[in-house]
Structure formats: structure tokens, C-alpha cells
């Protein structure tokens, strides 16, 4: 998780009712949109590190670790890229790592919030992104794996991933026919290899974005603004999944 989790909400004796711990905003993070608490899970705000106060250190945790993962890697295995996945990121670490959605619930809902979730974390200058493909909690049925899979053979980075409590869900637990069509998919994603290895490099050395919405590229056009579920390989290829269930329109 990045973080130290804390069993009790800021602490024994609680936390002082500053602006730290109750900020005047609503903040949309676990127990603030009930009390407005910023401390669940965690310590108080206005507790004191050595480099400041937590409410200034918290969303630190993920950028030093992915820091310091990285850099041991490079010295232990000199003259390779290292690769680290993580679920908590800031801005900066795509620097160093890549990044993984979070455990997200197999519906076709959450399938379709992991398009513009991906696009964000591209905008963060976090290109190399994926969520669970077919998702990580509940279990999954053949016609939504199916779907995800052929949307996931397009994500920066793809993995079907799901917990230890649900069904099975790799493309050979679902039979002959379903390995033939995602294979179509995934072959298609290692065909355009060489093109997403392009991106990554242009992202790498400029900064640029490998998934975008529309937008980005036609920021003039209007009816770009609200697709939320096409997204572009950079400027060149153009990606519309099924996203409905029972349904054979692309969108």
C-alpha cells in the first residue's frame, strides 16, 4: 500500500481539533465526508516527522519508497531498467515506477471508470498504467472478461489480475472460444509493440502522454470534450471498446 496503515484513527487519545486534522474543505478521503476527519487509518495531521508535519508527509510516502526501490534496484543489477509496480503514487514517481489502479470490483462499471482513470494518471506524468483487467474483487463473468480483455490489450500496462477469494478468470478458464478471440486482441497488442515502446520513449525523454483523451489532440473540436471512453495510442491510433453489456456497438 506505500503507507503505514494505522488501526486506530489518528491515535488512543485522538487528534486536536486544528484545521489540520478537520480542514475547512471537504476532502474526499476515508471519514471526511462524515465528520470531516483527514486522520482515518492514519496518525494525526499535526503530528511532527522530521521533515515537517503529516499533513505535509502523508502522500510522501509513495514518491520516497518508489524513489529508493528504484535507485537499489539500478545499483543491485547494474545496466538494466528496473521495473517496479506500485499502487500508491505522487507526482514525480513515474520517474520510477509504474502504476496499477487498485483493487477495483469486476463490474461493468468499474470496467469503464478505468478509462479515464488510466488517462489521468497520463496526465499526472504517470504513463505506465493499468487497472485489474476483468477486475480484482466479485467475481467476473465470461462476457465482461471478455470485454475487458480486449479493452485491457490497450491499456500502458496490461495484467489480468483478481484476488485469492474470486473464480478464476485467465482466458483459459473460460474455453476454446475465448482464448481465440482475446488472443486476436493481444496479438494485436504485440504486433503495435514497437509503436507503444516509441511512446514510452517519447514520454521518458518529453514529457509527452502514451494513452490520451481526444481532446488533446483535437482541442478545438467540441465534441471531444465529453468522450470519456475512446482514448488514443498518441496521435495516431484511435481506441473504441465495448463497454456495455449485451452490446456489440463500439463506442
Known amino acids: 500500500m506505500n503507507e ?27 471519514g471526511s465526508k462524515l465528520d470531516g476527519k483527514l486522520f482515518e487509518k ?3 495531521m499535526d503530528s511532527v516527522h522530521y521533515a515537517g508535519k503529516h499533513y505535509d508527509i502523508h502522500n510522501l510516502y509513495s514518491y520516497y519508497q518508489a524513489n529508493v526501490t528504484y535507485r537499489t534496484l539500478a545499483i543491485i543489477i547494474p545496466g538494466n531498467r528496473p521495473f517496479v509496480l506500485s499502487r ?15 483493487e477495483n470490483l469486476s463490474t461493468w462499471e468499474q470496467l469503464r471508470a478505468s478509462i479515464p482513470g488510466i ?26 472478461c471478455l470485454r475487458w ?7 500502458p500496462f496490461s495484467r489480468n489480475h483478481n484476488s485469492f477469494y474470486s473464480k478464476n478468470q485467465d482466458p483459459a478458464s473460460f474455453g476454446k472460444n475465448f482464448i481465440e478471440l482475446v488472443s486476436k486482441a493481444l496479438y494485436t497488442r504485440y ?17 509527452s502522454t502514451v494513452a490520451r483523451p481526444l481532446l488533446h489532440e483535437y482541442p478545438n473540436d467540441k465534441t471531444t470534450w465529453d468522450i470519456n471512453y475512446q ?10 471498446p465495448i463497454v456495455e453489456e449485451a452490446s456489440n456497438e463500439l463506442c
Not at 503505514?4 to 476515508?30: I, M, Q, R, W
Not at 504486433?191 to 525523454?205: D, G, R, S, V
Open 88 to 102: 500508491s503514487t505522487f507526482s514525480g514517481s513515474g520517474r520510477f515506477v509504474s502504476h496499477t489502479l487498485g
Open 191 to 207: 504486433e503495435l509493440l514497437p509503436y507503444l515502446y516509441t511512446l514510452f520513449h517519447l514520454a521518458h525523454t518529453e514529457g
Open 149 to 155: 480483455m480486449q479493452l485491457g490489450a490497450f491499456y
Open 42 to 44: 492514519t496518525i494525526c
Open 4 to 30: 503505514p496503515s494505522n488501526f486506530v484513527d489518528g491515535s488512543l487519545t485522538g487528534c486536536g481539533k486544528t484545521s489540520l486534522n478537520y480542514p475547512p474543505y471537504g476532502a474526499g478521503v476515508l
Open 231 to 240: 482514448f488514443l495510442w498518441g496521435p495516431a491510433l484511435l481506441i473504441s
Open 119 to 144: 488517462l489521468k494518471f497520463n496526465l499526472f506524468g504517470i504513463p505506465f498504467v493499468g487497472a485489474d483487467i476483468c477486475g480484482f474483487n466479485l467475481n467476473t463473468t465470461e462476457e465482461l
